[in-house]
Every structure is written in structure tokens, then in C-alpha cells.
């Protein structure tokens, strides 16, 4: 790790500050992203501003038809948060399937959806609940956020401050881990609203997080896994390396869809 | 059997230290004025070094000094070596090409070491080592087994790439019994490629003394006075009495530590030349790519049986890559620890195995927990269940239609097995895991979509490596003994001083044991000091499962000669002849009569030495000993893998794993099973998981846990381990060894389990997810079509 200044936030206003006064700065949230790549010396921010003492940006709260989880809220407090089990229990499984306890007690939503890793489980969350992401300056739709791997819709001096996801009649997320880093190889969330089906495939897309639109038609006609049978999604577009070649993630995919309609 | 004594149970005296975090490993040690090394290593697989600039990391702040492979040769430093001779078939001897600590000229791997700064801070040295420049002329790479012979030459004296040519067995003999044979099965496999991750990486800390003009190594060694050997007598930094090496705790080594590196010499080395202590501790990643790896082979094997099932003949051919250098015991492991146990637990009248090894632009390849018997085991124990299947014969029965039942046995490749009862482990093994059972537990699983399996192996590996002489003669360029002392204080307190180094093992305890069920003393008045050549005058070390059946046997000869000592001091004490006294219990009485001495009253006597004249009788009570075993030990049993493969993702599940070992008689159980345990973990994970993984450049993909799935809890099952016990014996205490078992035996169950859940043969290690899928597609067209 190479040296670099440590600045501690005391609140949202504080850190865009802090940020536009020195332009080469990088948010500090949970860190288990950033701070093994700057160990390993991948990534040398000459700044870090720290979220982690901004207390705005911490807590979950149900308001009305939705749930607020603000950015710095850790995987393990989502992932133990009665009103996160009452109001959606697919997404508590889901936080409490990320990492390992350690990455759970300082890994945040804020700073999984920030970086918008192609193997997150957040964003396909995220997707297929119709999250709405709010920072300091707007509101974003979850699929407007997402750009591609590693990219967010974020702009210059913009933070996430907190995730708002609507209530939905039924929710899954599974994910088939690699072997060795546990991280999604793929994971797949379905969530059902109404009529409407959306399935959200992560760990996969050679882009990133998307959304899978052939299995959602076919669900919101029929929403039962053998509604699947047949369907196949194009390797094409999807990620191999050495843990699975394309075409066995574009089969994982079906397997993972039809066990999370099976399990919503 | 006393509470604490041979056969007990008991906790490990070393766990509270350990798991307080107060060992003290070498990492913990830091020395007044120590700088810290940063080693320069090759991003390319295979280069010439055109030129090295290393003035503006000379003058980087923090910098004492910055040191290439100039240096080293300007010091005549010797380059590390391989200390195992091996001749080819044609009697040349093998191609060893030079292995500098710092490259000269050329770099043939990636990690291979370029250059060393050593500066006030680590951060420092690493800030200096991205100023300097290297000038490489990259060369093409040579990875791939298959290529390597056809590929870039690595090292100027191995034309092709050949390290040796090797072979064992009668050629001729085994033709013949092929040419007759009923049936012939072949197998072709991979040996997977493993990176051995002890939890510990290594270190060193090298110290200069100007005022004796000697150099301490502190070092994560399983072997210390190998080390201060070869870095001596060998690489030449110092005569061995003026040169101490201490390997403290040490958190594991599985063979990759058996091995004098690089990094250990160069800070010796340094240290001297700059007059300060100087530190190296590796990084997980460093450890990834320059700790010896273990396995990779690519082999051929036939079996033939005849018209009775009757195993009649074996042929073997591999392929083994010894990665860019030859490591400090490379070349013995895929021949001598390899070939000799082709045989298995089975009367096989003719063998015949040859080998090339092959230099490749990859990290060196050396021993690894089994070293050459999982890789022999893997062969037979695949072929013999495919053989027994194409037979359609009853896999268990085919095994015991086969197994040597008389002994000794000679095998026609060198190995004299002394003892064993190998049908009495299968049956034992088949009773625990409930082989009745298994149709039922089957139907079960493929009525909820799954596949299930059940595998055996019925390993044997030759352990307590081993008489120096047989070793010599196979080109070992050390004898394979082990030495012991053991210092009995005035008041009874006994400390021994062994030879064998304790790196997860458990010598402090059973050690202790020995002592304690020899003299009839507490345990904890007894403590185990190994490790340091200043305390400890010479020892061979950890490896090989040779601690007990070696090293604790010369501990044993060395109590022999105390008790003949201590009778002597009893005699007088008592006032009796010698031939009265008797020792039991800790206590010498006087044959006949009540009168008797405890232990301590013994040992006080021996030092105040009033009742006894000092010139008939030396004061004091201390002995020590050499042993030198009469063979190997041969350590044998079963193990069945029973799993479920969920063939819609390819996941593969152990549902249950039983092991029955026979390891001679046992000091400790509770850590033998603790062995048994550990060994078949890493087993699962090479046969499942873990793989290393060059690309065609020679970029090590698998360098991080990100990418090489080491076995995690959830990936074991909860084992049932049982023994069997036929008593070694070519050794005073009837003991075998198992530190290695499990790793030797675990691989084939495993295949051998998912083979026969998939129907087919065609699955390579490790078995991902991915590979298991894919081989599944024909099984699960056959359940849905049931």
C-alpha cells in the first residue's frame, strides 16, 4: 500500500467538500474492495475520504409501501434487520449470503452498488426489485444506474446515500458461489410484483449485472419454473474463465432461475 | 498405558501457546538495527537479462543496499541445490542446470528472483524495487508438459528440456505378462499441479555477529541442520560452527519448507555484507509463486489381469514437470518415492515404470505433503478399480482377490513390505461405512435428482523415511537417520533434544508422552527443545512421516541408555547389585525386598554423586543416540468416499468418508486421527478443488484464494475414522507414521466415488463444478430416461 491522506467525513455535505477540494480523492466505505486492491498496490488514491462515521448514511427504515436502507448500512445489519425479514426476507438471505462474517460486519450496500462489481449480489437485487438509488444530488432507477462493469451512472462529487426498495409479492435470489472466491459465478434474483416478473442475473454478464428479459416474459405468463424448460440465454454475452466457460453459466443461469421461481 | 503415557488421548501441551497467540514464530522475531529485504522478481516466464539498473533504487530513501545476481557470483555464493542424484536410463547422470539465488543473465520463471533491496522499512525496499530497470529479451515460455521437449531451451545443459530419463522395473518381464494377458485396462490422467499454502508463509531474519564472526538464521524450516548443511557446506556462507540456524514455531509446511531457497540465503548473506540484521517475510501471493509446488504429472498406465482376475502385470510411463530449477529434493519424488509404490497394497509379479522429468518455465516442484505417493497411489488405485469394473467384478472383491496376504514381501520394485493385514482394514472399513447400505442410500439421492457414488482406495505408502544406506543407494546425497538426547535435570526434569522439527505435529506431546510412559514422570516435567542447531547437535527433520517411527525411536534408545545409567546410580544408592534393580513405574527397587528409590531421588543422586566413586561411575544423566532404521515403514489401510453429484449444476457433495489406517501402534490417537483428518482435507481439495494454473505466457493465474479453492469446512464431510494395527517392525516402538496418509489416500476415493456415481471414466482433477457437469450430461440423459 502506498501512503496516502486519510480524511474522516462528519457528514454527506462534509465529504463532497472534501472530495471537490481534492479531485483524486476516493470514497472509503467498507473497504473490502478498495483496500485489498490498495494493499496489493492496484490502486493508489492519494486521498481516501471515510464514510464511516457519517451517521446520516446508516439505518434501515420501512416508509410506507417501501424500504430505505441508507448507503453505509453493513451486509450484517441488512442481513439480521427484523424489518429487512418482515418487509422482503429474500433480500436479508441475500445480504446474509455475501462474503464471509468478516466481509458482512464492514461491507456496506453503498459501497457494493458504488463499485458495481459484475459479481455483486446487490445489484441484481437491485434490479430486479426496481430499486431506486438515491445520492446526494437525484434520484436513479436501479437499471439506469448500472452501466457496465464497474461503472455506475455516478457523477463527479455525487455519493449514494441510501437504497430504496419496493415491496414485492415474491422474492429470490440464488447464487451458485465460486469455488474459490465465493463470489457469485451466477446469481440469479427473481421478484414478482403484481403481474409483473423480473429476473436480474449477476456474476455472469460480460457487462455486468442485466436483466434477463426472455425468462421475465415467460414468467409473468406462467410464473413456475417449467416455464423455463427450454429457454436458453446466448453464452455469447456472458463471462468464461477458468471457474466456468460461458456456456456453463448460461446453463447455471436456468438452473439458478428456475430454482429461485421454484424457492420465491 | 498410563493417563498420559503410550496410547492416551491427551490434549496438546503446545495448543494453549498456540491458540493464545503467544508462539513465537519467525515473523515475531525483530533484531536491534534490522533492515528489511524486498526481492525484485521476474514478471516474464522466460527472459534474458540484457542489463539491470539499479542506481535509482540505490538511491531511494530508506536504501542500505541493492544487491543483483553480479553480486552473489562477485561472493562466489554458491547456487542452491538439489541434493538427490538421479541417472537416466542410458547411466548419464541428470541435467541439473545452475540455480543461482539471484538470476544471472536469464530468468526462467515468473517470480524467479531478480534482485534484492534491503532498506530501513519494507515499504521503503518495495517503493526502491519499482525504480529499477530491467532490459529482458523475452524468450518464448515453456509450460505445458505436452510441449516442453519441443519448446525454448531453459537451461543450457538439458538439451530438450530433459531433466532425466529414469526407470525402474523388469522392462522385459512386464512386456511379457502384457503379451499374455486376458485383459489389459489403460488409463491415461493428470496429476494435478498443487500450491502447497501452509498457514504460515515463510520468513528469515539473517544476522551477522561481527564480534564471533558467525551468522544466525532465524527460518521457517522443517529441517534446520539440513539447511545450515546446504547453506554451508554447500552454498558456502559460513563454516557450520560458525553458522546457527533456529526454525522457531513454524504454522505448517507440507513440504514446502523442507527446502533451502533463495530468499533465507540471500539474508544471511546480506546480513554479513551490510553488518545489520535483515528480514524477509513473504507475501501470500510471493508464496503462490515461489513456494515449491507439489505433483503435476501427466502419466499412461496399463494393468494387466488374466483369465481369474488375477493382477499379472503393470506398466507406467510419466510425464513430470520439476518447473524452472531443480528444488532441494525435486528429482527424487516423481522416481524413488514414486515408482517403488506402483505395487499398492497388491501381488503384482511384474512392474515396469519410467519417468521424464522436464524443466518448464514454471515454479520448481519438489515434495509435498505424500511426495510421490499420492501421485503412485492415484495410478494404481484408478486403474485397479477401472480394471475391476471392466471385469465386472465387485471393486472390494477385485482388491482382495489381489492383496499380498504373506509377509515380508518383495516387490519387483524395491520396496520389502515388512507387515500388514490389508483385508482387515477393508473389512473393517466396509463394516463403518455401512457398504450394505449404499443401494438404498442411492435410490434415496436419485429420487430427489441425484447422482450418488462410492469409491474405495486401499492405499500403502513407505514412510519413516529411511535407512541411510538404502537411501545412498538410490542417490540420496544424506543419510536418513534421526538423533536424539535427553537431559535428565537434577531434580528429575527431563529435557529432549531432538532432531525432528514440530511444525503442526504435535512432537511437544507425544514426545512427551514417550518420555513420560518410559520414566513414569509427569508430563509436564518434561519438555521437547527442538529446532535450533546451537541446542540440538545434528538432525535430518520433519518429512516424510518420519518423527515418529525415526525420531522418536532414537529418543527411545537414547531412554535405554539412561535407565542402564540410572540402574547403575540406583545400585548404589540402594545398596544393591545392579542386576537386582528393577525400573517401573518411575520407581528402581531392589528385586525381592521392599526397598526402592523414586525417580527424582535417582537423578539427584546421579549429580551429587556421593554415593558412588566418579571414577567408576561418570556423574550426571545424560545420554543421547542415533537410529537408523532397517527400512522404511509401510503404513496401509482403506478408505471409502461415498458422495452425491447434483448433475443439473455439477456440484459434488461427500455425504461420507470412512478411514481405517493401520499405522502401527499409536503414541497419541487423538492426533493421529487429527492427521488423518488434515491429510484427507487436502486430499478433497486436490481431487475437487485446487489446481494450478499457468497460462500459455506462463502468468500463474491461480496466484491469489480468489482463484485457488483451497477446502473449506463446509467442502469435508465428518469422517469416520477407524485402525487396524499390525506393529512395525523395523522399529523399537512398533510405529508406522501417518502425517501423510490421508493426503496419499484421499484422491482416488474421491475419483473412484464420482466415477461410479457418472458411470464413466473420462473426469479429470480437479473435478470443478464445471468438469463434473459436464461429465454428468450422459448420466443424466440415462436418469431421465429410467
Keep these: ?264 | 498405558m498410563g493417563a498420559t503415557g503410550i496410547g492416551a488421548a491427551i490434549p496438546r501441551k503446545e495448543d494453549h501457546r498456540f491458540i493464545t497467540g503467544k508462539g513465537r514464530y519467525v515473523d515475531d522475531i525483530n533484531r536491534p538495527g534490522q533492515a528489511y529485504a524486498y526481492f525484485l522478481r521476474s514478471p516474464h516466464a522466460h527472459a534474458k537479462i540484457n542489463r539491470i539498473d539499479t542506481s535509482a533504487a540505490q538511491n531511494a530513501p530508506g536504501v542500505v543496499e541493492v544487491y543483483t545476481g553480479d553480486d552473489i557470483a562477485a561472493d562466489k555464493v554458491g547456487g542452491l541445490i538439489c541434493g538427490w542424484l538421479i541417472h537416466s536410463k542410458d547411466g548419464s547422470p541428470m541435467n541439473a542446470g545452475p540455480h543461482p539465488a539471484l538470476a544471472q543473465g536469464k530468468v526462467r520463471y515468473v517470480g524467479d528472483h531478480v534482485a534484492v533491496v534491503i532498506a530501513d522499512t519494507l515499504a521503503q525496499a518495495r517503493d526502491a524495487a519499482e525504480k529499477i530497470e530491467v532490459d529482458y529479451e523475452v524468450l518464448p515460455a515453456v509450460i505445458d508438459l505436452a510441449n516442453a521437449q519441443s519448446g525454448a531451451q531453459i537451461h543450457d545443459v538439458a538439451p530438450n528440456n530433459v531433466v532425466y530419463d529414469w526407470h525402474l522395473g523388469d522392462k522385459a518381464a512386464t512386456d511379457k505378462a502384457f503379451a499374455s494377458a486376458k485383459h489389459v485396462t489403460k488409463l491415461q490422467l493428470v496429476n494435478n499441479r498443487l500450491v502447497p499454502n501452509p498457514m504460515e508463509p515463510r520468513a528469515a531474519v539473517g544476522e551477522y555477529e561481527e564480534g564471533t564472526d558467525s551468522l544466525v538464521l532465524y527460518t521457517t524450516s522443517q529441517n534446520p541442520h539440513v539447511a545450515r548443511l546446504v547453506l554451508s557446506a554447500f552454498i558456502g556462507l559460513a563454516p557450520e560452527h560458525k553458522f546457527r540456524v533456529i526454525a522457531p514455531d513454524v504454522g505448517g509446511g507440507f513440504g514446502s519448507k523442507i527446502f533451502i531457497y533463495a530468499e533465507e540465503t540471500i539474508c544471511v548473506w546480506a546480513a554479513r555484507k551490510i553488518r545489520r540484521p535483515v528480514k524477509w517475510n513473504c507475501d501470500r501471493t510471493e508464496a503462490f509463486l515461489c513456494d515449491a509446488h507439489g505433483r503435476d504429472h501427466v502419466t499412461h498406465a496399463e494393468l494387466a489381469t488374466d483369465a481369474e482376475g488375477k493382477i499379472t502385470g503393470l506398466r507406467v510411463s510419466t510425464k513430470a514437470n520439476l518447473g524452472a530449477y531443480l528444488s532441494t529434493f525435486a528429482s527424487s519424488v516423481p522416481t524413488y518415492l514414486y515408482v517403488p509404490l506402483l505395487s499398492g497394497q497388491y501381488n503384482i509379479p511384474a512392474i515396469y515404470g519410467e519417468v521424464m522429468a522436464l524443466y518448464t518455465n514454471t515454479a520448481p516442484v519438489d515434495a509435498y505433503r505424500g511426495a510421490g505417493r499420492p501421485e503412485a497411489t492415484f495410478v494404481i488405485e484408478r486403474i485397479v478399480e477401472m480394471a475391476a469394473r471392466e471385469l465386472n467384478m465387485d471393486p472390494a472383491e477385485f482388491r482382495r482377490k489381489n492383496f499380498v496376504t504373506q509377509f515380508p514381501h518383495q516387490t519387483p520394485v524395491i520396496m520389502c513390505y515388512d507387515t500388514g493385514d490389508y483385508d482387515a482394514s477393508l473389512k473393517k472399513a466396509q463394516e463403518i461405512h455401512d457398504i450394505a447400505g449404499f443401494a438404498s442410500r442411492k435410490a434415496k439421492s436419485e429420487s430427489q435428482g441425484k447422482l450418488r457414488g462410492l469409491g474405495y482406495s486401499a492405499y500403502i505408502e513407505a514412510c519413516g523415511i529411511a535407512p541411510s544406506a538404502a537411501v545412498g543407494s538410490l542417490g540420496a546425497g544424506v543419510g536418513l537417520w534421526e538423533s536424539a538426547e535427553v537431559r535428565v535435570n537434577p531434580i528429575g526434569t527431563v529435557e529432549i533434544l531432538t532432531g525432528s522439527h514440530s511444525h503442526g505435529q504435535g512432537h511437544e506431546t507425544t514426545f512427551a508422552q514417550l518420555v513420560s510412559d518410559r520414566l513414569g514422570i509427569p508430563i509436564d516435567n518434561v519438555s521437547i527443545v527442538h529446532g535450533d542447531t546451537d541446542k540440538v547437535q545434528m538432525g535430518m527433520g520433519t518429512y516424510g512421516s518420519r518423527s515418529g517411527a525415526v525420531g522418536m525411536s532414537a529418543i527411545f534408545k537414547a531412554l535405554d541408555k539412561i535407565e542402564v545409567k540410572a540402574k547403575k546410580v540406583a545400585a548404589h544408592v540402594l545398596e544393591a547389585s545392579e542386576g537386582d534393580i528393577e525400573f517401573k513405574d518411575g520407581k528402581f527397587a531392589v528385586k525381592g525386598t521392599d526397598k526402592n528409590a523414586d525417580w527424582g531421588t535417582i537423578a539427584l543422586q546421579a549429580y551429587i554423586a556421593h554415593k558412588f566413586n566418579g571414577q567408576e561411575l561418570e556423574p550426571g544423566l545424560k545420554e543421547s543416540a542415533f537410529w537408523d532404521p532397517t527400512n522404511f515403514t509401510f503404513p496401509a489401510g482403506v478408505h471409502i468416499c461415498e458422495l452425491e453429484v447434483d448433475p443439473a449444476t455439477g456440484s459434488t457433495t461427500i455425504e461420507k468418508w470412512t478411514a481405517v489406517d493401520d499405522f502401527g501402534n499409536l503414541i497419541n490417537p487423538m492426533i493421529v486421527e487429527g492427521q488423518v483428518h488434515g491429510g484427507i482435507a487436502q486430499g478433497v481439495g486436490q481431487a475437487l478443488l485446487e489446481g494450478a494454473i499457468y497460462n500459455e505466457d506462463g502468468q500463474l493465474i491461480t496466484a491469489s484464494f480468489m482463484d485457488y479453492c483451497m477446502p473449506r469446512a463446509h467442502d469435508v464431510p465428518s469422517y469416520q475414522v477407524g485402525m487396524t494395527t499390525t506393529p512395525c517392525p523395523s522399529n523399537p516402538l512398533g510405529i508406522k507414521g501417518c502425517g501423510e496418509a490421508g493426503a496419499i489416500a484421499s484422491p482416488p476415493a474421491v475419483i473412484n466415488a464420482l466415477t461410479n456415481a457418472l458411470g464413466h471414466e473420462n473426469l479429470q482433477m480437479p473435478a470443478t463444478p464445471e468438469r463434473v457437469w459436464k461429465a454428468a450430461q450422459g448420466a443424466r440423459l440415462r436418469m431421465a430416461a429410467e
Design chain 1, 1 to 264: 500500500m502506498y501512503a496516502f491522506t486519510h480524511h474522516l467525513a462528519s457528514s454527506v455535505d462534509d465529504a463532497v467538500k472534501t472530495l471537490g477540494a481534492n479531485g483524486d480523492a476516493k470514497f472509503l466505505a467498507g473497504g473490502q474492495t478498495l483496500l485489498p486492491t490498495m494493499k496489493q498496490r492496484l490502486a493508489a488514491p492519494p486521498h481516501l475520504i471515510d464514510l464511516g462515521k457519517v451517521k446520516e448514511l446508516r439505518g434501515i427504515e420501512v416508509q410506507g409501501d417501501k424500504l430505505v436502507i441508507k448507503a453505509m448500512t453493513r451486509h450484517y445489519d441488512v442481513a439480521t434487520s427484523d424489518a429487512v425479514k418482515s418487509f422482503q426476507p429474500g433480500l436479508a438471505e441475500l445480504a446474509g449470503l455475501i462474503g464471509d462474517p468478516a466481509v458482512r460486519h464492514r461491507g456496506t450496500i453503498g459501497g457494493s452498488i458504488a463499485n458495481n462489481d459484475p459479481a455483486a449480489d446487490y445489484p441484481a437485487a437491485c434490479l430486479a426489485l426496481g430499486a431506486t438509488i438515491v445520492t446526494n444530488k437525484r434520484r436513479l432507477e436501479a437499471e439506469k444506474f448500472f452501466t457496465g462493469l464497474f461503472s455506475t451512472a455516478l457523477e463527479d462529487n455525487e455519493i449514494v446515500t441510501s437504497v430504496e426498495f419496493p415491496k414485492a409479492d415474491k422474492f429470490k435470489y440464488m447464487k451458485f458461489r465460486n469455488p474459490a472466491s465465493r463470489y457469485a459465478m451466477v446469481g440469479v434474483a427473481v421478484a414478482k410484483k403484481g403481474g409483473e416478473v423480473r429476473v436480474a442475473v449477476t456474476g455472469a454478464g460480460s457487462d455486468g449485472v442485466f436483466r434477463w428479459t426472455a425468462a421475465e416474459e415467460k414468467l409473468t405468463q406462467n410464473f413456475d419454473k417449467r416455464a423455463l424448460e427450454g429457454l436458453s440465454i446466448d453464452p455469447g454475452t456472458l463471462n468464461g474463465d477458468i471457474h466456468g466457460s460461458r456456456e456453463y453459466r448460461a446453463h447455471l443461469i436456468g438452473v439458478m432461475a428456475k430454482r429461485a421461481v421454484a424457492a420465491a
